[in-house]
């Protein structure tokens, strides 16, 4: 069930862990901000350009030394904008009591802020001082390591 609610959001933002990010630019076009280093990169873009407005972040990483090493995988998508939601609503700006009561999350802290995780369903949500949902973070089911990755730069 709770896959389901994430994999709206992800139909909603037009991108799919495992995709290639470098083909991102035919959906979203040029990232305003990119890095690459060791295989990794993280690609950003920002709503109207402005660097101060609401961003979808991607990090994806190569399988170097597979045979697919060319394609640099979607990893983790984090969006701050609350005009995407999950199947229940949840998205940015929601509380922490909302989100509790419809995925199971675990408290992480991570430099800079502090992320609620449902590693099972895939999805983890950033925490502003109050208590609201300051960006959603989707990664693979049972991986948690990737809510450990800095988007927020």
């Avoid at 994806?60 to 979607?74: C, L, S, T």
């Avoid at 802020?113 to 960006?135: L, N, P, Q, R």
């Amino acid at each position: 069930m709770h896959h389901q609610r994430v994999q709206l959001l992800v139909f909603l933002l037009r991108i799919r862990l495992g995709d290639d990010a470098n083909e991102l630019t035919n959906t979203l076009g040029k990232p305003d901000r990119s890095d690459a280093a060791m295989g990794a990169s993280l690609m950003t873009w920002f709503a109207g350009h402005d660097t101060s407005g609401y961003r979808i972040s991607v990090y994806a990483h190569r399988n170097m030394g597979a045979k697919d090493e060319n394609i640099n995988h979607v990893k983790q998508i984090r969006v701050t904008s609350p005009g995407y939601k999950t199947a229940s609503r949840i998205g940015v700006g929601v509380s922490l009591n909302s989100i509790q009561k419809h995925f199971m999350v675990v408290k992480r802290k991570v430099p800079g802020t502090i992320i609620y995780d449902d590693v099972k369903a895939g999805i983890a949500f950033e925490m502003d001082a109050a208590d609201k949902c300051s960006a959603v973070i989707v990664h693979a089911a049972a991986d948690s390591s990737a809510t450990y990755i800095n988007m927020r730069e």
